[in-house]
């Protein structure tokens, strides 16, 4: 083989020229170029799981102290609802009772009662006056009740008032006068449960 040693000159510039290389050399080199281009590929996959990896740990994290702060913040917020309802139920479940007693019939049985358990309320049995609302005392009246009976033991007078609502009563003594009036009833629970 005879070699070249002469210069080769060209009427123009060339561009776009490559130099061809043997079928095998070629192949080779396209196959090392296709497996760096793999490792490439491998390596930034393997870097963008491990990266994604760490992103889900970190969020995990975060939502965990999410759920923490959350739970203390309801864990906190139960008792103190729990408090600023009370006074609200116990209004509301009071006057859930006023409007149902407001709405029972008053019955002389009802009356007799409320008489009666004022009277065991009062300590001094001498000189006793029972002051009713004017239907309720014609109520009793009508049903001939054995309190408007007179009483040699417990002399006690009756008598009506305006001041006095249907239902209740007030027991004058010689020391004082007991109130036994439904709306005394309702301001008394009331105060006592301390609203």
């Known amino acids: 083989m005879k070699l070249w040693r002469e210069q080769v000159k060209f009427s123009r510039d060339l561009r776009g020229v490559r130099i061809a290389a043997s079928g095998s050399a070629?192949?080779?080199q396209e196959r090392r170029v296709r497996e760096r281009e793999q490792a490439a590929f491998e390596r930034g996959r393997e870097e963008g799981e491990r990266r994604l990896s760490e992103q889900l740990v970190q969020q995990r994290a975060e939502l965990q102290e999410l759920q923490l702060g959350i739970m203390h913040s309801l864990g906190a917020a139960i008792p103190k609802v729990a408090r600023e309802m009370e006074p609200i139920l116990?209004?509301?479940a009071l006057e859930a009772a006023r409007k149902l007693v407001g709405e029972l019939p008053v019955t002389a049985a009802m009356v007799e009662h409320v008489i009666r358990d004022a009277l065991g309320q009062v300590e001094d049995s001498a000189?006793?006056?029972v002051f009713l609302q004017a239907d309720d005392f014609k109520l009793l009246q009508q049903s001939q009740s054995p309190l408007l009976q007179e009483?040699?033991?417990q002399p006690i007078r009756f008598a009506t008032s305006p001041e006095v609502t249907r239902g209740g009563c007030l027991v004058q003594t010689r020391f004082g006068c007991f109130d036994a009036?439904?709306?005394t009833k309702v301001k008394l629970l009331k105060e006592?449960?301390?609203l």
Request: glycine share 0%.
């Open 26 to 28: 070629a192949e080779l």
């Open 90 to 92: 116990v209004e509301l």
């Open 127 to 129: 000189e006793l006056k």
């Open 151 to 153: 009483n040699p033991q």
């Open 181 to 183: 009036r439904r709306e």
């Open 192 to 194: 006592a449960l301390q």
